[in-house]
C-alpha cells in the first residue's frame, strides 16, 4: 500500500538538501580533476616518445575498462599500504576525477584529431613551439567539438557520486539510507532523492546543449 507521509517529506528535506551541496560539491571537484587530468592524458599521448604513448594508453584503457566502485576502494582501502592515507572525501575525489580522466581523454584526442591538418602544418611553418602550438592554435579550436563529450560526463559524472558513500562520503544517496535506516521508511527519502536528481540532471543538460550551440554560433561552426 502507498504510505506517503508529507509530514515526513519536510521534516527531512533540509537534510537532503544539505547532502545535495555535498554531492555538488563532490561532482564538480571531482570533474575539475577529470578535465585537467584528461587533457594531460590525451597529449601525453601525442608525444614523439613512442614509450610515453603507449603507457599512458594503456593506463587510460585500464581506467576505463574497471568499475568506479572498485577504484574507489582501491584508493581509499589499499593506499594505506603504500603509505597514502587519505580521507573519505579527498580518496572520493582523486577516484572518481581519475576515472572520468579517462573518458574524458577520449573526448579530447577526438576533438584533437578534428583540427584540420593545415592548421599544424601552418605552426610548424611559423616555427611554433610545442606549448605554443597546443595552447594558442589547437587546443581553442579542439574545445568546441568536445562540448558535447564534456557535458555529458559532467552530468554522468554527478549521477555517479553516489557510489562514494561505500567509503562514507555524506552524498546525497547515504544521508537517504542513513534517514530511512533511522526511521525505517525508506519510500519518502529514496524518491525525493529520485527527484532531486532530476531536478538537477534535466535542466544541466540542457544548459549544457544551449552553451554548446552558443559557443558554435559564435565560433560561426553553425
Not at 122 to 148: E, G
Request: proline fraction near 5%; charged fraction near 15%.
Amino acid at each position: 500500500m502507498f504510505d506517503w507521509r508529507w509530514d515526513f517529506a519536510f521534516e527531512i528535506l533540509p537534510r537532503l538538501l544539505q547532502a545535495t551541496l555535498n554531492t555538488l560539491a563532490a561532482a564538480g571537484i571531482g570533474y575539475g580533476i577529470a578535465v585537467v587530468l584528461g587533457l594531460v592524458f590525451a597529449l601525453a599521448q601525442r608525444t614523439p616518445s613512442r614509450f610515453v604513448t603507449l603507457v599512458v594508453r594503456e593506463c587510460v584503457e585500464f581506467i576505463r575498462s574497471t568499475p568506479l566502485v572498485l577504484q574507489i576502494f582501491f584508493v581509499f582501502f589499499v593506499g594505506p599500504q603504500f603509505g597514502i592515507r587519505l580521507s573519505p572525501w579527498v580518496a572520493g575525489m582523486i577516484a572518481i576525477g581519475l576515472h572520468y580522466s579517462a573518458y574524458l581523454s577520449e573526448v579530447y584526442r577526438g576533438g584533437l584529431e578534428a583540427v584540420p591538418k593545415g592548421q599544424w602544418e601552418a605552426c610548424t611553418a611559423l616555427n611554433l613551439s610545442t606549448t605554443k602550438t597546443y595552447f594558442r592554435v589547437i587546443i581553442p579550436q579542439a574545445l568546441p567539438p568536445s562540448l558535447a563529450g564534456m557535458g555529458n560526463y559532467l552530468v554522468g559524472i554527478f549521477k555517479d557520486t553516489p557510489m562514494l558513500s561505500v567509503i562514507g562520503v555524506a552524498e546525497l544517496m547515504q544521508a537517504a539510507s542513513a534517514i530511512g535506516g533511522a526511521n525505517y521508511r525508506y519510500l519518502e527519502p529514496y524518491t525525493m532523492v529520485g527527484i532531486i536528481f532530476l531536478a538537477i540532471s534535466l535542466p544541466a543538460a540542457g544548459l549544457i546543449k544551449v552553451f554548446e550551440a552558443w559557443v558554435h554560433k559564435k565560433l560561426g561552426m553553425n
